[in-house]
């Protein structure tokens, strides 16, 4: 196979590496250090990881593997304190941050090929259904009553399922906000397997009355629509989370899944018993996640109200930490954005006091670092928090947030788009992520098709006009400019450029540059 990145070609079939047509002299073991690097670029790699794949797991000190990381760096034209190919994660390990390209000529750019764009992405995945590594599909529970507490509930339950499985490393899990089990006949699970690219469906309902609880589950191999396990649950109110234990357990089992030890401990680990702080808590992170100040401020208290009832539950503090973050970065969303701020990082703190390895706290830390300007540390977090995310898409895409801020718009397009693939009904902050990476690129065309999308999914996420504004001014478009900030004022009176531009900024100078002159251009008030 031969990997192309900006001037090199790197051959693992003739074991050799090449800059500009010319072969490097490189010893056997760099060269595996190398080839391990870019076929898993854009990711944590732990030593351990690089001990027993390049050293074949034998012991080996510290200074031997950075005394290789050095050779390689040369060989690159890299060091120590530029590292441009090969990120040092503080006490965790590395990351290649460039993107190579398998075939065809180099992409000096780094950023990922267009290929299809919006949600015609199925060609990028990487064909799950008839992959060695188990992948689910988790559809909405039903509440086939029409009562609105059996709908919550099982929403609450869908959540905390895909919550609870996206932590086991060997197994991909989507999110789908559809529920088949009303009707689940009229359904061709070959199809929506083969359309959410996935070998394995679960799906159920859930009904409710003042005592009990009533769970119907289902899982269905997509392959060939075989009913493989099925299971009824009945139980009382207050043992919602004994019967969670046993079906994610249920679940796993039936997917034989291999569990690591790591694995098990995320499994049991229990965020509350407190059945009302769980409910608050899922209800609360909805509200959260839409990025509407309304729905933000009501999220922000049913959170603040969980954690009246459990101060010790960590997703509601993670939650509550992202709730003050938006209300931060908004002018006129809270009484003090600085205040707002204060609270964030306390939120933050208090979670992953709790559970320390949190990829979505870590992802928010790197938010808070980005704020503070110290980009390095913020893109050390980012990249913890990927390795730990899993099947996490809402943590992907926030640390791809982080990405873009440290001025990686090749990774931060890579993880966005994973985390599209993993919920394929997806907010409008993911293709307008994606569409700010593309401006970073000066790369127009891609930019507003991707704003384009994130506007026909949320009309009313006013930060889809702010990057059409600017994209617009760059390219030229002045009267499309000047219409996007009259959008963006009709949704957001009070939107203040500059105080988003404080919370958001960039790493390089020059990108903060071109946003601030764009800006001007269009007539974005500060």
């Avoid at 064909?127 to 599909?137: C, E, F, K, V």
Wanted: with cysteine; hydrophobic share 40%; glycine share 6%.
């Amino acid at each position: 196979m031969r990997y192309t990145f900006d001037q090199f070609v790197l051959d693992t079939e003739r074991f050799e590496i090449s800059e500009n047509g010319n072969p490097l002299r490189a010893e056997p073991q760099v060269m595996e250090l190398l080839t391990y690097f870019v076929r898993n670029s854009g990711r944590l790699v732990t030593r351990d990881e690089l001990v027993e794949a390049v050293w074949r797991g034998r012991l080996v000190s510290d200074s031997a593997i950075s005394g290789r990381i050095k050779v390689a760096r040369k060989l690159l034209g890299d060091s120590g304190r530029r590292q441009k190919y090969i990120r040092t994660i503080h006490k965790k390990g590395f990351a290649f941050t460039a993107l190579p390209q398998t075939g065809g000529a180099a992409n000096l750019r780094g950023e990922i090929p267009r290929g299809s764009t919006g949600r015609d992405i199925a060609a990028a995945r990487p064909g799950w259904r008839h992959d060695p590594l188990p992948s689910i599909a988790v559809l909405r529970f039903a509440g086939p009553g029409g009562d609105p507490d059996d709908s919550c509930f099982a929403e609450g339950l869908t959540e905390e399922l895909i919550t609870t499985l996206s932590k086991i490393s060997k197994l991909v899990v989507i999110a789908h906000p559809e529920s088949m089990a009303r009707d689940p006949a009229s359904v061709d699970v070959q199809r929506l397997g083969s359309k959410l690219d996935v070998r394995h469906l679960l799906y159920g309902s859930v009904r409710k009355d003042a005592q009990r609880l009533r769970i119907s589950v289902r899982l269905v191999d997509s392959l060939d629509g075989r009913h493989l396990w099925a299971q009824r649950y009945d139980c009382l109110n207050r043992d919602l989370f004994d019967l969670q234990d046993q079906l994610t357990r249920e679940v796993v089992s039936a997917l034989q899944v291999e569990l690591t030890e790591g694995d098990q401990a995320l499994l049991l680990s229990r965020g509350t018993e407190d059945v009302e702080a769980w409910k608050l808590t899922f209800q609360g992170q909805a509200g959260v996640l839409a990025h509407h100040q309304d729905k933000v401020r009501r999220g922000r208290e049913q959170l603040q109200a969980a954690l009246e009832r459990d101060e010790n539950y960590a997703l509601a503090w993670s939650a509550l930490a992202l709730a003050h973050w938006k209300e931060a970065m908004n002018e006129g969303w809270s009484e003090s954005r600085e205040q707002s701020f204060a609270l964030l990082v306390e939120a933050n703190d208090r979670a992953l006091a709790l559970e320390p390895d949190n990829a979505a706290s870590l992802a928010m830390r790197g938010l808070i670092l980005v704020s503070r300007r110290r980009f390095d540390e913020a893109f050390d977090d980012a990249m913890r928090a990927l390795h730990s995310a899993n099947s996490a898409a809402d943590t992907i895409a926030l640390a791809g947030i982080v990405l873009r801020a440290c001025c990686e718009p090749g990774l931060s397009i890579l993880h966005t788009r994973k985390a599209m693939q993993l919920c394929p009904v997806y907010p409008a902050w993911y293709p307008y992520g994606i569409a700010v990476c593309y401006w970073m690129l000066e790369d127009f065309e891609p930019a507003l098709e991707y704003a384009a999308e994130a506007v026909a999914i949320d009309p009313q996420f006013s930060l889809n006009y702010y990057l059409l504004a600017v994209a617009h001014a760059e390219a030229g478009n002045a009267r499309e400019a000047r219409g996007a900030v009259e959008s963006l004022l009709a949704i957001d009176p009070k939107f203040s450029s500059r105080a988003y531009n404080a919370s958001m900024p960039f790493r390089d100078p020059a990108i903060e540059a071109r946003r601030e002159t764009a800006l001007r251009r269009a007539g974005m008030p500060e």
